[in-house]
């Protein structure tokens, strides 16, 4: 316990120094002129919180499907191939919806659904049929694939050719950043949840962890409700 609230508070203290670096150096990594541009500032942001609730389920559903719902293995990853369809699905008719929708429509709109989707995994038992599951992931996979090519590309859509580097990996180091947190988030929330139910209701467990997960996600499409409502496409 101490070791890790040692390593949160080093990391910490380091960005604090990264950030007077910043100020004060103009050929520094990670300009700090870059979060004067508010689209990026809010894509950031967005990013950031949007993402803790849809890169744990890679982590909290496979888990919930052995665990607690006795599946092999096997068969659970079967059960994830939905998912990725359809990811793939939904890449032709993205930028289609972006450019009739708008940026701040879409994401407002779609922050809520990715939310409400994972809080309704909390409603599936070691008994719901396979199709229900199949169809269930698949357009998980629909609306997670549009929530992140939306956050991407209006992240970096107005940054100036000088800072388009720089913005990127910055955006990449928030992405992996997220992913570590919403994952590490699951596992705290199913843990802290099992202890309180015991090991004879870990699917109560799961569910409460998806569900505050989902409510997360939901609060952060507050983020983007800060789109200025005439941002171009």
Known sequence: MWWSLS??????????????????????????????????????????????????????????????????????????????????????????IIQHFGYRQVLLVNTLLVGLCIASFALTTADTPIWLRAIHFFIFGILNSLQFVSMNTLTLKDLSQQDASSGNSFLSMIMMLSMSIGVALAGTLVN??????????????????????????????????????????
Request: proline fraction near 5%; charge should be positive; aromatic fraction near 16%.
């Open 192 to 233: 802290m949840f099992s202890a309180y139910f015991g090991a004879e209701q870990l699917d109560n467990a799961f569910h409460l962890a998806l569900i505050c997960l989902g409510c997360l996600n939901i609060i952060a499409a507050y983020i983007f409700w800060h789109i200025p409502k005439n941002t171009p496409v």
């Open 7 to 96: 390593l949160v508070a080093a990391g910490f203290l380091f960005s604090l120094i990264y950030a007077y670096h910043s100020h004060t150096h103009s050929n520094a990594l990670f300009r700090s002129k870059l979060f004067k541009n508010r689209i990026y500032s809010i894509g950031i942001l967005g990013n950031f919180f949007a993402r803790l609730g849809g890169n744990s389920i890679p982590f909290l559903l496979p888990l919930m499907l052995q665990v607690a719902f006795g599946f092999e293995p096997f068969i659970t990853g079967l059960l994830m191939i939905p998912t990725v369809l359809g990811s793939l699905a939904s890449k032709p008719i993205i930028r289609k």
